[in-house]
């Protein structure tokens, strides 16, 4: 449409020429190998704890910031700050997690003429608001998980109900931390229990308002990948099922979602890149929705304006390097791709191995890593920073490795993922493994039906019971 | 040497090829050797000074080998150990500075924080401490600045500054070692 000489017209950023990366693990020897792969030099930040890492050995120079406290390492803004300019850096990456969503930071490196290797400062500043991210969704016309009004009769609150659709929560406006809610299957139920609702608001908070929200009982976690440049170009490059998850952390991901119907898989796809077009986004991110199984609807939860953790999933079966993408649009160059461009082939799962116990409820477990064997093989990718000696701390994530398995369909990346994760050899820590090997195996994983709450009701109870 | 799966070298040269380079010269029966790159000379020499190799500085030999002085003469003010190769398009890292000072009993000042590391309380004002000087325990030796805070760096122990390892002005890590101290016994 328009002119490359328009396109480049106010694009203020320049190329990058040497990165501070700004993390650990996994993901700062992720981001290490992305820019070798544009030619940029690195520098990345350790704590004490980090010193002798890979990600250190992988960087061309590694600057010690701090003790091990993550909080006087790397998430002290002035020492990172101060360790990207006198190493001469002209760009920041953050990874995931630590400074990735801090707006102050973002805003930090931009006044201190570095290169955010993320959204701009605004735009991370507005996803991070739930409420206004929130109140983005609904204005760009993306499905929200809306509330009633407050409502004062029966019959207000049989209609608002016909209008979220049964099973609805009835929830007391004081109420909160789940008390004061109840769930109603239908009108008849709700007909019969509002007015005793309102009472035992009042009897309980001294304050009888009440109002209904949609109820999901069988929910999944679908996210979509998006991308965009300093020209305004925004593609998405798939979406991808996190459904797996325990306490609210994602244990297995794939790409594409199972079990959806293509119509809905679209809607998603393009609710996505609305949002993003919304934000005006200017690099990599991801909008997650909660998906109803049971009404095939989905709903806007929040956006991540940063790296995710299981993005591998969307490079195996887009062909795309995300970081790489996330570093050149950073330097002011465009995506090199439009929408028609991106290609989505056979199905990717990936697997995150932490050193937790299962049978212990998932507590991380510090030790050494005294042998580790990566898995290899057709359409498998492993994503670590872990080798025999590594000494898994207290102070961080117990995140080992990523192992992601590609397929030309779903059933043969589950087997190949089945086939590594049995490959996978480490001695030392327990991990995650058997575990995420039986789930994935599990019939109800093979057939998509599981839903958020699976590993709590259905997965871990099926896991002590083998082992026991 | 380096990984068959790194891409190109950088434009720059990096800290990780200067010190491959050290390690291939130190694994051969080379005496003396001077590389050329980029811009950047590096001249080193095993047992003093590389025949060859005249230090374009005009003064004494930048390499990392310094003459170890065989009979101690009176603790002259040290040269100032500027690690600094010839004028490179800023590498990403400074070259491991020259390991001159027997600090066998000594004790180390390490830094409080990643940040610049100042000698004196301000540009133009003596520094806080030189080579030779005594200092009580607690005394101020520098300041290393984070982001225009200023982090005193102070004598752990009563003794006589032995070496100041860093340069004015120069990045240093948290815990790198910036002074030796001879503590009085």
Redesign the interface.
């Known amino acids: 449409m328009a002119s490359p000489a328009v396109l480049d017209a106010g694009v203020a950023a320049r190329p990058l020429?040497?990165v501070l990366v700004a993390n650990r693990g996994e993901i700062a020897v992720r981001v290490i190998r992305a820019c070798?792969?544009l030619?940029?030099?690195t520098?990345v930040?350790t704590s004490?704890a980090d010193r002798d890492g890979m990600a250190a050995r992988l960087a061309?120079?590694a600057?010690?910031?701090?003790?091990p406290p993550a909080g006087q390492?790397y998430l002290a803004?002035?020492?990172v700050?101060?360790?990207a300019l006198?190493?001469?850096c002209d760009a920041v990456h953050p990874g995931y997690g630590f400074l990735s969503e801090n707006p102050e930071f973002a805003a930090a490196c931009v006044a201190e003429g570095l290169t955010f290797v993320g959204p701009r400062p605004e735009a991370v500043a507005q996803a991070g608001d739930k409420a206004r991210a929130r109140e983005l969704a609904r204005t760009a016309g993306i499905p929200t998980l809306d509330g009633s009004p407050i409502l004062e009769t029966t019959e207000a609150a049989v209609a608002a109900a016909r209008e979220l659709g049964f099973p609805v929560l009835v929830k007391a406006a004081a109420g909160g931390g789940g008390r004061g809610m109840s769930v109603v299957e239908d009108e008849g139920e709700l007909r019969g229990r509002f007015s005793a609702a309102a009472e035992e608001a009042r009897a309980a908070f001294g304050d009888g308002r009440v109002y209904l929200e949609r109820f999901v009982r069988n929910a999944r976690h679908i996210e979509v990948q998006v991308v965009g440049d300093k020209q305004g170009t925004v593609v998405h490059v798939g979406e991808r099922d996190c459904t797996l998850q325990r306490r609210h952390q994602k244990v297995v991901e794939e790409s594409p979602a199972p079990n959806i119907p293509e119509q809905v898989r679209q809607d998603i796809r393009c609710s996505g890149v609305a949002f993003a077009e919304a934000l005006g986004l200017d690099s990599a991110g991801t909008v997650e929705f909660i998906y109803d199984a049971d009404r095939q609807t989905y709903a806007f939860l929040e956006f991540n304006a940063r790296i995710q953790v299981e993005h591998p999933v969307s490079e195996l079966v887009s062909g795309i390097d995300l970081v790489a993408a996330q570093l050149r649009v950073a330097g002011g160059a465009p995506l090199g791709f439009t929408q028609d461009d991106v290609h989505l082939a056979g199905h990717a799962v990936e697997v995150r191995i932490t050193t937790e116990d299962p049978a212990r409820g998932f507590v991380p477990h510090p030790g050494t890593v005294t042998a580790w064997e990566p898995p290899a093989g057709q359409g498998i990718r492993v994503d670590s920073h872990c080798e025999p000696g590594y000494v898994v701390t207290p102070f961080y994530d117990s995140l080992l490795a990523k192992i992601v398995a590609h397929g030309p369909d779903r059933a043969t990346a589950v087997d190949r993922m089945i086939a590594a994760l049995d490959a996978l050899r480490v001695e030392g820590v327990p991990t995650t493994r058997e575990f995420c090997r039986g789930a994935l195996d599990h019939p109800d994983f093979r057939a998509g039906r599981v839903t958020t709450d699976w590993i709590a009701t259905r997965g871990l109870p099926d896991y002590l019971e083998k082992v026991r | 040497m380096s990984a068959p799966t790194e891409p190109e070298v950088p434009e720059a040269v990096t800290y990780r090829e200067i010190r491959e380079i050290l390690r291939t010269f130190g694994d051969s029966d080379w005496t003396g050797m001077t590389v050329e790159l980029h811009g950047m000379r590096i001249t080193v020499g095993k047992n003093g000074p590389p025949a060859g190799g005249a230090p374009q500085a005009g003064g004494a030999p930048a390499g990392p080998v310094a003459a170890p002085a065989a009979s101690a003469p009176a603790p002259a003010p040290a040269p100032a150990a500027a690690p600094a190769p010839a004028a490179a398009p800023a590498p990403v890292s400074p070259a491991p500075p020259a390991a001159t000072v027997d600090t066998t009993g000594c004790v180390a000042v390490t830094s409080p924080a990643v940040g610049a590391f100042w000698v004196a309380p301000s540009p133009g004002q003596p520094p806080f401490v030189q080579v030779g000087d005594t200092v009580e325990r607690d005394q101020q030796l520098a300041i290393v600045e984070v982001m225009k805070l200023m982090n005193p760096v102070v004598a752990p122990a009563a003794g006589t500054v032995v070496e100041v390892c860093a340069a004015n002005a120069e990045m240093v890590e948290y815990e790198q070692v910036l002074f030796w101290i001879r503590p009085h016994g």
């Open positions: 020429r040497r070798r792969t030619g940029l030099q520098v930040v004490t061309d120079r600057v010690c910031i701090g003790p390492s803004v002035p020492s700050l101060s360790a006198g190493t001469g």
